[in-house]
């Protein structure tokens, strides 16, 4: 019997069927398979990071072998606006407000430590005095930012089997009492290393209030918000990163320590408002069921549905969902990512996993010091700073749409080659001689423009990272991935302070230089590795992997697997069929 998930009404011919058509042998995949290859990243706790979602339809042909998932109801969203449909699923979209909490929570903590730099008390309670004048160390700004990607990472996996054990809403009251701790010491800290223990705290925290929400949001969306709901990841890190820089814009003038500590004080309003939302929040449907809670699973669904819609169908499609779950991971092993075809799959992964800190993400975290270093005043780099976030969140919500009308590979490359000609015109304006307030501005400017590369090149990355894993590995591909970013990230975060801080490389603008060269490099990575993917199904990307061809012709390429006869059934079957993702 053989499948095809795409937008329209239900057809399922046996094997006798007169519209039998076969797949290529290597590409017959079981409906676990289909579930997989819809583009969406395995949002198992243990193993998730933010992974993008691309909305648009697809279809995925598939031979479906038993046991067979009952077919859900018939798709209710063809018709409508996309803003109706939003507003029809309103409390989705509010519990969704709610998980990406810890986006905003990272990108606030994240942002912290570069504004407190710019502060005058801060650098004299936590550096020293050299030739005269009080700087903090390169060491201890290294530390700071390495160990706290460190303690993400940790609490990352901490959220697997916290979450499978206890609940995705345990997970968020765990997660803000761990960060509420963790602001404390921060707060209280008068030395870098009592700093340091409260950064490394407070990212545990931030690590499980991360993965706990974006597990929880792809296990409750529908597929028609799914892709908005896990891609506002990145505009709620952007967020938090502008309350971060106008919390701090109005403080930096200040004088004495209160400046610095209000700032830190209000990283308390985030563990604060995750546990005033908990029990207010249902608890993940899978969740529920896969812990035999079914009644207990009804009652969240309805929570979570609009009154009219039936639940017991929905209810139905997760159980057969949960059954399959097992049946998914035979065979995989994290080995097999590096054999044959699956070493490009992982590879390509590995790149997208990579390619924020070849544009620059550290360096632009730490703009606000940067900038003041190289001759800005405080005020004038906050001002910038606020300038740039708000240009990421304006491109972070463009990214949405035109992801689904360019393309992954079209849009990466053409906000990397943006990113490129911005460092290019910052190490130029930083090279010329007898420095000027028009170039140091130049800089700044230059610098801050390179946010506008954030949604057009992270989003769609993401996005591929998400769908070029091998089915069956993906959830030890995007393992693999996680692990390697924040690996790549610390690496960063020791190396840049060093590259710019007065004390060590003091390069200032020169670093525009040392990213121009970065980002040619990752220029010719994407040129020649990563593939198009819009509006391929997933066993034709898979056929184009199997049949090796080149990542600037996967568009090109046409095969059987391209004209197979297909069998359509609704979207709500690819939708639960996806929920198979939503792995234990």
Known sequence: MRVDFGWGSSRIRGKHGQQQGGLRGSLHRTAQDAAHGVGIAHPRASNEVIAAVDPSPIKVPVEVEEPTIPAPPE????????????????????????????????GFDNLTLSLCLSMQPFVEDFGSLEG???????????????????????????????????????????????????????????????????????????GLAITAGQTYVSEITPTAIRGVALSAFTMSMNLG??????????????????????????????????????????????????????????????????????????????????????????????????????????????????????????????????????????????????????????????????????????????????????????????????????????????????????GPVIGPAMALAGELSAVKLRAQTLAIGFLFNYTFSTIFNVVVPYMFNTDAGNLGGKMGWIFFGASLIALVIIWLEFPETKGLSFAQIEDRFEMRVKARQFTKYHSEVDTTDVIKASEEQVEYLEGTVAGK
């Open 132 to 206: 005269g004048v009080y700087a903090i160390p390169a060491y201890w700004q290294s530390l700071w930012n390495a160990l706290a990607q460190v303690g993400t990472a940790l609490g990352c996996y901490a959220a697997g089997p916290i979450s499978d054990r206890f609940g995705r809403r345990l997970a968020f009251l765990v997660a803000a009492i761990i960060s509420a701790a963790g602001v404390a010491v921060v707060y209280t800290s008068s030395s870098p290393g009592q700093f340091l223990g409260g950064k490394i705290i407070n990212a545990l925290g931030l």
């Open 241 to 454: 990163y502008m309350i971060a820089a106008s919390v701090a814009f109005t403080r930096i003038s200040i004088p004495d320590r209160s400046g610095y500590k209000l700032v830190f004080a209000a990283e308390w309003i985030w563990p604060g408002l995750l546990l005033l939302g908990v029990p207010f929040i249902p608890e993940s449907p899978y969740y529920l069921v896969r812990n035999g809670k079914m009644e207990a699973a009804a009652q969240s669904l309805r929570k979570l549905h609009h009154s009219a819609e039936p639940i017991e169908p929905v209810l139905q499609a997760i159980r057969s969902i949960t059954n399959h779950e097992s049946y998914i991971k035979e065979g995989a092993s994290f080995i097999e990512c590096f054999r044959g075809i699956n070493w490009r799959r992982t590879r390509i992964v590995l790149y997208a996993n990579g390619l924020s800190q070849m544009l620059g993400a550290t360096f632009m975290s730490n703009a606000p010091y940067f900038m003041i270093v190289a001759g800005m005043s405080a005020t004038s780099s906050a001002m910038l700073v606020e300038l740039g976030i708000g240009l990421a969140i304006i491109s972070s919500a463009f990214s949405f749409w035109a992801m689904t009308v360019f393309g992954r590979r079209t849009m990466i490359l053409g906000g990397t080659v943006f990113a490129s000609s911005l460092f290019l015109i910052m190490g130029i304006a930083s090279s010329v001689p007898n420095q000027t307030k028009a170039s140091l501005w130049c800089v700044g400017i230059s610098l801050q423009l390179v946010w506008l590369s954030i």
């Open 75 to 106: 798709d209710a969203e063809a018709g409508w606006q996309f803003l109706k449909v939003l507003w029809r699923h309103r409390k989705i979209l509010m519990c969704c407000t709610f998980a990406n909490l810890g986006a905003a929570m990272y």
